[in-house]
């Protein structure tokens, strides 16, 4: 006897309107308030430069709109959202009832969406008759998709668009439910009494990344054993996004984070689909496709005159250099403070700031002036760099990353320019990166080749390659300097547990032993000592 009352139920809700069995949409306002937290590319390894065409980082966006919903279920469209957002992780707080359900548009509006949203719907289609040259419009209904081809019904009967050889042109009353020429992220809820509310929509978004600039300035007459240098380092952020974030909160996390989710598979951002149109071809299989006459594309420009070309390029020149000297020294207006979090560091930006939509965003985070250094020469005479031939060492400015050397913060991965003053003015001398250095670390910052200073290694007895034996062999090393004043130069004499090593004073360094040595102003040195490899 039960089984009846079963039935009712599908019966009833059957019978209710189409308007109670659909939810209220309802559109949430602009942004208040948006803040943007950058993450590195996570696979990206030290030294590594952020690709610019395709970032691999990601953010967090937490945005705060405000909603009036009606009394019952709703659903909530938040316009705008970036079109990298990882939809799984968008999270909705402040509303009474929750979220029942999160959904994300697949198609931004495009001519391709606007057809297949008004499927069946009329139109207008405007064209030009060929008899008076004047436009004509008439109604129209779309009966095909826009997935090769488009046909409408007419009064005359089905034709194909743009097949005509004619210009015409199609109208459309209104935008299809839905669309949107910017992403939407919705949510439905219930709330029993409605009201308005303050809303906090966070999630992840693919397409962003960030890395630090460094620029190094060293003071005009520095002494090898006494480099004093300017330092400021920019925060570079990237968002690859097609949506910009007005007056947001900007931050950026720096360390290595442990991340197991493809964002990038998560985010399947919404799709502007183009509209393709073809058209069955003109003729047959036995006569073929009439040949269209098309004329020759016009001949190129005539070339520049040379002197003028010169000229122009002269003035380009000469007015790039200046400004990249002149941004090396600028004041800085703001600059990005140091918070921890966790094991990892928060550069948080004290001002609202505008994250451009494909664009790059650069904020300073680090301005120290006369810090303190010492320049190294440094060259390679471990037992498999015996040779007869002179070889230039490599130039390292060398600090120490504490307050006593002027430094004292973290220093994030990224690119380095250093730059020299002199009589004419700030040259560029090196171009390098920069790994991650934490506070109170040794920090090495390669300059390149010396073309002032070089060594030579030689070793006397047995060949490194013949079989181990238990002799020791003689080490001689030369070192020539040209500079007018002495320099310390730094060698690598092997690995401890390869090499021992007698007759010389050696330490630790990096986990290789390493001789440092001062070479006079304009002479030459010579060094001598004993090694013998190990024997397990």
Not at 43 to 66: C, H, K, L, N
Not at 263 to 268: K, S, T, V, W
Not at 466 to 482: H, I, Q, T
Request: hydrophobic share 35%; with cysteine; charged share 25%.
């Amino acid at each position: 006897m039960a089984r009846p009352a079963f039935l009712l139920l599908p019966l009833l809700a059957l019978a209710l309107p189409a308007e109670a069995q659909q939810r209220a949409v309802v559109e949430a306002s602009e942004p208040t308030s948006l803040a943007v937290t950058v993450y590195r590319d996570p696979d990206r390894y030290p030294g590594q430069q952020m690709e610019v065409d395709w970032p691999q980082g990601f953010a967090m966006i937490s945005e705060t709109r405000t909603v009036t919903l009606p009394p019952g279920e709703s659903r909530i469209r938040f316009e705008g959202v970036a079109e990298g957002m990882v939809a799984v992780s968008a999270i909705v707080t402040g509303l009474p009832g929750g979220t029942i359900e999160k959904n994300r548009n697949a198609d931004l509006l495009s001519p391709a969406a606007l057809v297949d949203g008004t499927l069946g719907n009329r139109v207008r289609i405007t064209r030009t008759n060929p008899g008076t040259g004047e436009a004509e419009s008439e109604s129209a209904i779309v009966r095909t998709r826009a997935d090769g081809g488009l046909v409408l019904q007419t009064d005359a009967g089905y034709e194909a668009v743009r097949c005509s050889g004619l210009p015409e042109r199609l109208t459309f009353d209104e935008v299809p439910d839905g669309l949107s020429s910017q992403p939407i992220f919705s949510i439905d809820t219930r709330d029993a009494t409605g009201g308005t509310y303050t809303v906090t929509l966070s999630y992840l978004a693919w397409g962003f990344d960030w890395e630090a600039s460094y620029v190094a300035t060293l003071h005009e007459g520095r002494d090898s054993d006494d480099v004093r240098f300017d330092l400021t380092s920019w925060l570079t952020i990237l968002n690859d996004n097609g949506q910009s974030f007005e007056r947001a909160e900007l931050m950026a996390v720096a360390g290595t984070l442990n991340v197991t989710s493809d964002f990038e598979d998560l985010a399947d951002p919404p799709r502007a689909r183009p509209m393709r149109l073809t058209c069955y071809p003109i003729g047959s299989t036995a006569a073929g496709s009439p040949i269209r006459n098309i004329l020759p594309p016009p001949p190129p420009p005539p070339a520049p005159d040379i002197a003028f070309a010169d000229e122009a390029r002269i003035v380009v020149t000469a007015s790039r250099m200046p400004q990249v000297m002149m941004e090396s020294a600028a004041p800085v207006a703001v600059i990005a403070g140091e918070e921890q979090l966790g094991d990892l560091k928060l550069y948080r930006v004290p001002v609202p700031v505008d994250v451009n939509a494909q664009g790059l965003k650069q904020i300073a985070f680090l301005r120290e002036e006369d810090v303190e250094g010492v320049l190294m020469y440094e060259g390679n005479c471990s037992p498999w760099d015996s040779t007869e031939d002179f070889y230039p060492t490599s130039m390292v400015l060398e600090t120490v990353n504490d307050e006593e050397h002027g430094l004292g913060r973290a220093l994030p991965s990224g690119t380095i320019s250093i730059f020299e003053r002199g009589p004419a003015g700030e040259l560029l001398v090196g171009e390098e990166t920069l790994r991650d250095y934490a506070d109170g670390q040794d920090v090495d910052i390669d300059l390149g080749e010396s073309a002032q200073v070089f060594t030579r290694c030689r070793y006397q007895g047995n060949d490194p390659d013949d079989p181990p034996g238990n002799r020791w062999r003689e080490v001689v090393a030369e070192l020539s300097n040209a500079n007018p004043s002495p320099v310390t130069v730094r060698l690598n004499i092997g690995y401890p547990s390869q090499w021992r090593f007698r007759g010389v004073r050696e330490r630790l360094r990096n986990g290789r032993r390493i001789i440092e040595v001062e070479v006079p102003a304009n002479g030459s040195r010579e060094l001598r000592w004993r090694v013998r490899e190990v024997i397990d």
